[in-house]
């Protein structure tokens, strides 16, 4: 079965999930301040898959999670976890991770594409990425298409992962939490779009 089957297999099993469950609900912004929540219940909630065809034939399927402050605080707790950090080491660590998200807002994208050679989204490539917060555009602050010592040090906390996507890490500033996110790679060969909503 070829890379672009097995891609439009996985991703044909998702879209019946979403479109049984009414669509994705809508996602507090910034973590709890009592009980955390664990990390695979916020990636699950954080985490959204597209898709686009032609002639019924799969040309791009993307994967990203938006790491919200709430995300980006649940994805450190799992790290003190599963690495023994102190109790002082992930209190500095959170509060910088804070810090951060105040300003930076960060994604991680994967991408399979039906030919190869689509798949790029650096500066220049086949594909862009763009992304709107509440409906207006934001310029990038960096795009970054991980290696594969990167990407394996994330596969035990990313389950999407998997060998057929390319992985970037994209980030764009923000001042506020917004209502509504969106994604867009897009390229002569497909355009995909996804979605994420805060609670108003």
Known sequence: MSRASVACHWACWAALGLSACGGPPSQAWHPPTQ???RWQTTLDAWTRRGEAYEAFEGRLFVTATCLSPAASAALLRERA???GWSGDRLETALAEQSAHDRET??????ITAQDA????AAPD???EMAVRLDGHPVPLRGLTRL???TIGDLVPYYAWITPLHSVYRLEVGTTAEPAAVDLVVTGPPARVELGWKTPR
């Open 81 to 83: 976890h599963r690495e």
């Open 35 to 37: 009980t955390p929540v």
């Open 147 to 149: 290696d594969e010592d």
């Open 117 to 120: 050679r689509w798949d790029d």
């Open 105 to 110: 807002l960060t994604f991680l994208v994967g």
């Open 125 to 127: 490539g086949t594909l």
